[in-house]
């Protein structure tokens, strides 16, 4: 059977956590080494990973490649728009033909349906570098950025702030499958996804939504958010205002505990959902998560293959 990444669910929590305990300690092996030099054991010698990108990227599109040549592999870059794709060659016809060609795909893309329409007809795996839905490769970094810090799951208390999207989507999904908790500071008009917040309170998280930014923080040992207008969105000026009192600043994150660190998955926009004092304070761990996008994305990649 072939192993996807669409979802985090994909990997279970078995999957997740071995893909994480992987990932660090991969990371220290490789300590020290230039970024483009592969790891001694080479595990993906000779693959060759095809991305596909329907979307912008700076983070998703240089772990990734980066990601392949310390496993010892390649990736190829594709921007749809100068793909047949983009000329209207279909997504099953594309899958079929990357498969025949590449050792796996990644798909950035908008409507969740085009990435499960293009693992319906790939014989090789599938990974999700966004959707609309869901954005799985950043939580894994996220998660490696607060486990690397010393800071356990289990149990572990996030805030999410300002609006209910694809990573918030991918964040709750994760709380379900590892066990942690989170405070859901969202606009209202804006809220995740009903079915997604059940499901994860199914699997045993709390998941506490708040209209009051100040009371979803409290006591938060992570606090996280991401730009109030995602790509593809027309609405900039509604959400901007509607999201206003979600804004991570110095007085917001005073009520966090007091080892409380932050993330965003990046790009920022610095004085609307995060302040400068924020991202760049000494609670932000935003470049670790960052650079974490490489480290991960190898472990899922090992993932995908079988290899862990
Ligand atoms: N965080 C993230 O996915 O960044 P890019 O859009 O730059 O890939
Ligand atoms: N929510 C953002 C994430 C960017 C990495 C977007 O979809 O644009």
């Known amino acids: 059977m072939i192993r996807h990444f669409i979802s985090l669910s994909d990997g279970g929590a078995e999957g997740l956590a071995a893909i994480l305990a992987d990932a660090g300690e991969r990371k220290q092996a490789r300590a020290g080494l230039p970024k483009?030099?592969?790891?001694?054991?080479?595990?993906?010698?000779?693959?060759?990973?095809?991305?596909?990108?329907?979307?912008?990227?700076?983070?998703t599109r240089v772990s990734f490649d980066v990601a392949m040549r310390q496993l010892g592999g390649s990736a190829i870059v594709l921007d749809a728009g100068t793909m047949q794709?983009?000329?209207?060659?279909?997504?099953?016809?594309?899958?079929?033909?990357?498969?025949?060609?590449?050792?796996?795909?990644?798909?950035?893309?908008d409507?969740?349906?085009?990435?499960?329409?293009?693992?319906?007809?790939?014989?090789?795996?599938?990974?999700?570098?966004?959707?609309?839905?869901?954005?799985?490769?950043?939580?894994?970094?996220?998660?490696?950025?607060?486990?690397?810090?010393?800071k356990p799951l289990a149990g572990l208390e996030m805030a999410w702030l300002g609006d209910g999207n694809n990573v918030a989507y991918s964040l709750i999904e994760a709380a379900g499958l590892l066990g942690f908790n989170i405070r859901l500071g969202v606009a209202e008009g804006f809220d995740?996804?009903?079915?997604?917040?059940?499901?994860?309170?199914?699997?045993?998280?709390?998941?506490?939504?708040?209209?009051?930014?100040?009371?979803?923080?409290?006591?938060?040992?992570?606090?996280?958010?991401?730009?109030?207008?995602?790509?593809?969105?027309?609405?900039?000026?509604?959400?901007?205002?509607?999201?206003?009192p979600y804004q991570v600043n110095a007085q917001l994150m005073a009520l966090a505990d007091?080892?409380?660190?932050?993330?965003?998955?990046?790009?920022?926009?610095?004085?609307?959902?995060v302040t400068d004092a924020v991202i760049d304070g000494p609670q932000s761990a935003v470049w670790d998560e960052a650079e974490n996008r490489i480290h991960a994305q190898k472990s899922v990649l090992r993932w995908v293959f079988g290899q862990i």
């Open 36 to 59: 483009g030099r592969a790891d001694h054991d080479a595990p993906l010698d000779g693959r060759v990973l095809a991305m596909v990108f329907e979307k912008s990227s700076t983070r």
């Open 85 to 109: 794709l983009g000329r209207g060659e279909t997504i099953a016809d594309t899958a079929r033909v990357l498969s025949r060609m590449a050792d796996a795909i990644m798909l950035r893309t």
């Open 111 to 150: 409507d969740h349906a085009k990435i499960e329409e293009l693992q319906r007809h790939a014989t090789v795996p599938v990974i999700n570098g966004l959707t609309d839905l869901s954005h799985p490769c950043q939580i894994m970094a996220e998660l490696l950025t607060i486990v690397e810090r010393g």
């Open 192 to 244: 995740c996804d009903a079915a997604v917040v059940d499901e994860a309170r199914a699997r045993g998280a709390q998941i506490a939504v708040f209209r009051d930014a100040n009371v979803a923080v409290k006591g938060a040992h992570v606090v996280v958010t991401d730009t109030w207008v995602s790509m593809g969105q027309s609405d900039g000026d509604v959400r901007i205002g509607a999201m206003a």
């Open 258 to 273: 007091p080892s409380a660190m932050f993330l965003h998955c990046l790009p920022a926009h610095r004085g609307e959902e």
